[in-house]
């Protein structure tokens, strides 16, 4: 099998305008963050949350017991019977456990409420307080300024002949 030809100039000079691009640095970026940032993350839910969330009946919010029988199925099991291991075929029922969905659901829900308002809303609240709201806009870009100057151009010289036209009273 023949592998195929690349020009290495061309393809080494695009390659590194991908990686240089900026978002590919930013997501890179953020993925790392949000790696270390998982640590907090769990640290914070198994130190707040958790606790919080026992006052009201437990970590599974009482769905523990939301499971529903599917089907049965056979399977070997191994007992131990007075010390000596047996094995025997059982019908074993395959569940449907939609309470550890739920319960992972509202679990979710909270973490992110509280991650929210006690870590995302203080800090935009900051960045405000930090960054100034007064600074001037950005300049326009070079075709948008060229395009108002001519428009304000024709304004004058069409208000010019206006007054040219205009009798004298």
Not at 40 to 64: Q, R
Not at 97 to 123: E, H, R, W, Y
Request: aromatic residues 8%.
């Amino acid at each position: 099998m023949k592998l195929p030809q690349f020009e290495s100039p061309a393809m080494l000079d695009e390659f590194k305008k991908f990686i240089l691009k900026g978002n590919v640095v930013s997501l890179s970026t953020g993925v790392i963050i949000g790696s270390a940032f998982n640590n907090i993350v769990t640290a914070f839910t198994k130190g707040i949350v958790e606790p919080i969330l026992a006052i009201f009946g437990g970590n599974d919010l009482g769905t523990s017991n939301w499971k529903f029988k599917i089907w049965e199925k056979m399977a070997t099991v191994t007992e131990k019977v007075n010390g000596v291991e047996v094995k025997t075929e059982k019908m074993i029922p395959v569940l449907l456990d939609v309470g550890a969905i739920i319960g992972s659901v509202i679990g979710f829900l909270i973490t992110a409420a509280i991650v929210f308002f006690i870590i995302v809303k203080p800090t935009n609240k900051l960045l405000d307080l930090v960054v100034k709201k007064d600074t001037p806009p950005a300049a326009l870009p070079p075709d948008v300024a060229l395009l108002t100057e001519i428009r304000d151009m024709m304004k004058r010289q069409e208000e010019a002949a206006n007054r040219s036209q205009s009798p004298v009273l």
